[in-house]
């Protein structure tokens, strides 16, 4: 085994990033459970009514956007427990952590349309995608553009994939 500056089985690396997963997913689905609930309600506001063709176009992508995102955060869930005991776990990680990837995205998705819609209706003004792209900027910058950042310029470390067998990374991710 290669020196990765931890002394784990391919399985216990397994078990250790899937742990990690299941604390990040925590994070992520107590906020999109919130939005979401709160998306679920606007729609039994009397205001709502008001709204209009495009604030209600607004509406019904984000509330699909969030729905989206509930079941790619959630899906790692249905990964694990459909795939339990079938000795899959390093791919069980690998699918989960696309899956969350693709639920952040979702998320910021959803997220930024929440928003739209709702400086749209507080605004009256042309300013609210202005706003809005700010704070998209910001989320990319925070969840993706420093990550790479870091990973980049931590690059003369060796990752975790660099301590498996080069036969296995040189397999595709999920493959028996």
């Known amino acids: 085994m290669a020196d990765s500056g931890r002394d784990e089985t391919a399985e216990e690396r397994a ?10 997913l925590r994070v992520a689905q ?3 459970q919130i939005l979401f609930g709160f998306l679920l309600a606007v729609v ?14 607004i509406y ?17 869930v249905s990964f694990h427990r459909m795939l339990a005991g079938q000795r899959l776990k390093p791919q ?6 696309r899956l969350t990837v693709i639920g952040l995205v979702l998320l910021l998705c959803t997220v930024a349309c929440s928003l739209l ?10 300013l609210a995608p202005w706003l809005v792209a ?11 553009v420093l990550p790479a950042f870091a990973r980049r310029l931590h690059h003369d470390r060796p990752s975790e994939d660099h301590d ?6 040189d397999r595709p991710a999920g493959g028996a």
Not at 15 to 24: A, C, I, T, Y
Not at 45 to 53: A, P
Not at 65 to 76: D, K, R
């Open 15 to 24: 078990d250790r990033k899937w742990g990690d997963l299941l604390q990040e």
């Open 30 to 32: 107590t906020g999109v």
């Open 44 to 57: 039994f506001q009397q205001r709502f009514t008001s709204l209009g063709d495009t604030d209600r176009a």
């Open 60 to 76: 019904v992508t984000t509330v699909v956007l969030g729905a989206a995102t509930t079941g790619a955060l959630i899906g790692p």
């Open 92 to 97: 069980t990680v690998a699918w989960a952590s």
């Open 117 to 126: 819609l709702i400086l749209r209706v507080a605004l009256h003004s042309a």
């Open 134 to 144: 700010g704070v998209v900027c910001w989320f990319v910058c925070c969840w993706f």
């Open 164 to 169: 498996r067998p080069s036969e296995d990374r």
